[in-house]
């Protein structure tokens, strides 16, 4: 019994309790950054690009007029909810989109001209033409934007939408929000006068 509490070649309580305790620190450090990487991984391949945001109120025909345009730079397919003016959801019969041709700044579509030669109405019956942009489509439901693909997105008003609109909110900050499954997409932009 004296030679084995005198071992000289036996590693002590505290150098063995001390090794233990480095190596499950070390695991514990591999197991969270391995979660790290799995979740930010599948968190950064969905993007969404937001520009050229406007919302105009027009004073003669008392109608207010939202567009964005979307632009889906992650690596995968995105499923466009909903779209939401100053926090109010768009219903998606006034929600119309259009690939454009080449990206450029939108512009107010007057909603009561039937000129097609400059732009199409933006209304339930709507398929005329932008010059230069595409045809107008109406949304009938959640709307799937392809990877590297861009669409602009117009909301059709009437006297309460988008976003609850009026001729006293123009010069104020109002937010745009497009909805996805995994996140929301906010651009602020101000009311002008169409």
Request: proline share 3%.
């Amino acid at each position: 019994m004296r030679n084995i509490l005198k071992n000289r070649k036996a590693l002590s309580t505290v150098v063995t309790t001390l090794i233990i305790l480095v190596v499950s620190v070390l695991l514990a450090g591999v197991v969270t950054y391995f979660a790290i990487n799995v979740v930010s991984t599948s968190v950064q391949q969905e993007a969404l690009n937001l520009t050229y945001q406007h919302v105009w109120f027009s004073i003669n025909d008392q109608m207010a007029e939202a567009a964005i345009m979307i632009t889906n730079t992650g690596g995968r397919d995105v499923v466009l909810q909903n779209i939401a003016v100053r926090g109010q959801e768009v219903p998606t019969t006034d929600i119309f989109y259009f690939t454009p041709h080449t990206i450029q700044d939108l512009t107010y579509v007057n909603q009561s001209s039937t000129d097609t030669n400059i732009a199409g109405p933006i209304s339930t019956s709507l398929a005329a033409p932008i010059t230069g942009s595409g045809d107008f489509l109406q949304v009938t439901g959640p709307l799937t934007l392809a990877s590297g693909k861009t669409i602009a997105v117009y909301i059709a008003g009437d006297t309460t939408a988008p976003g609850s609109v009026t001729v006293n909110d123009v010069g104020l900050t109002i937010a745009i929000s497009v909805f996805t499954a995994q996140a929301t997409y906010i651009k602020e932009t101000n009311v002008n006068a169409a």
